[in-house]
């Protein structure tokens, strides 16, 4: 990834569930190279449900990734971001999707249910997904409050946006 990739990554949390409490907390800038990296940095976290990724990228995009052990799940909000991007193209090369690229369609890549199993069904991530008025921060705002750290993730957004 470029210097200006790494610096137009508007957000990059890590969400797990632990001890029956939600955690946020900050990815390490080092792991936001590829799927790969993000993937083996969510590894690291506890929680039977594993550990999830929500990056928001250029006030554009939003990528997911979720890992549970060796199972790696992905959701980019905009495949046509993948030429771009060198996030978006880790993704859709993740997933082994070819993406043709519609600057006036914007669709998404990956797994609709990445965050199922955790009360938000594949349908509503899609309705969400299709609301093209939502900036990426609140779009991953609204997937937090759904899944059930809305106050740990906004908590999150707000010191940070203090500093």
Known sequence: M???????????????LDDGAWNVAELPGR??????????????YPGIS????????DEDFVLLVRAEG??????????SAAPDWTLARS??????????????EQAPAGDL?????????AADMGELLDDLDLYPEDLLGEIASQIGFGDAFDEYVDDVEAD
């Open 70 to 79: 060796s199972r790696v799940r992905v959701l980019l909000s905009d495949a």
């Open 50 to 57: 594993g550990a999830l990724a929500l990056i928001s990228i």
């Open 31 to 44: 792991c936001l190279d590829d799927v790969e990296s993000i993937a083996k940095e969510l590894r690291r």
């Open 113 to 121: 249910g990445i965050v199922a199993d955790l009360g938000f069904s």
């Open 2 to 16: 470029t210097d200006a990739e790494v610096n137009d990554i508007d957000l990059a949390v890590v969400a797990y």
């Open 91 to 104: 993704a859709v090369d993740h997933l082994g999707v070819h993406v043709e690229v519609d600057e006036e």
